[in-house]
């Protein structure tokens, strides 16, 4: 793959032959197509393809959070999905091929400076979650207008819920589900994020719900 600048046409994009030129991140390549293989792919090759499958299910329907969940960490151009991905493939990602299964409790949203909502609990409430959490307020990392970003996975259903209404300071939250979940099993997730989305917390792992 070649880096180039741009010439008096501007930049190529697209594939013309056996080159195709694209831009990431505004910088401008050119590569060449990849070569097909007649070789049988190995079982690590196998493996590691359903490992990343199973991150782009779970993730991908996310992606705009997990780019905010790791925004102040320095991540040498990784996107904040991106990064989240390595985690999911190094960490959730358990078993053996072709059997893999996910530990939700180490699937990570965000990681950041922010202190996190210390005390937090999540408990069900009927067929809504109710948060409470310490009021542990400082100047540094911990402010009064932080926002609690909840983000519930329905793996019944495998759809996501996400709520942004609470601040540090209301001490609780009930994230309404509502109806039509009737034993559909949840995981839940939080995190802090600052009031102009600049830092974050490191998300908290909250359980695993089944509604009633």
Not at 173 to 186: K, L, P, W
Request: proline share 3%.
């Amino acid at each position: 793959m070649g880096r180039y600048s741009k010439g008096v046409n501007g930049a190529f994009s697209g594939k013309v032959g056996s080159v195709i030129g694209s831009t990431w991140r505004s910088v401008d390549y050119l590569k060449g197509l990849p070569k097909k293989s007649s070789k049988p792919s190995t079982e690590p090759q196998l493996a590691q393809r359903s490992k990343f499958a199973l991150a782009a299910l779970y993730l991908s329907p996310i992606k705009d959070i997990l780019n905010i969940g790791f925004k102040d960490k320095q991540l040498n151009k990784l996107t904040g999905y991106n990064a989240a991905v390595k985690i999911f493939l190094n960490q959730a990602v358990v078993g053996n091929y072709p059997d893999f299964e996910i530990d939700f409790s180490q699937v990570v949203l965000s990681k950041g400076s922010l202190s996190i909502f210390h005390g937090l609990s999540a408990a069900l409430q009927g067929a809504d979650l109710l948060l409470n959490w310490q009021g542990i307020l400082n100047r540094y990392n911990a402010f009064t207008d932080d926002v609690l970003t909840v983000v519930l996975f329905n793996a019944t259903k495998n759809m996501y819920l996400v709520y942004e209404e609470a601040q540090r300071a209301a001490l609780t939250y009930t994230a309404v589900i509502g109806a039509g979940f009737s034993g559909d099993v949840f995981h839940a997730w939080a995190f802090a994020v600052n009031r102009d989305a600049t830092a974050v917390a490191n998300s908290q792992y909250l359980g695993t719900y089944t509604m009633p």
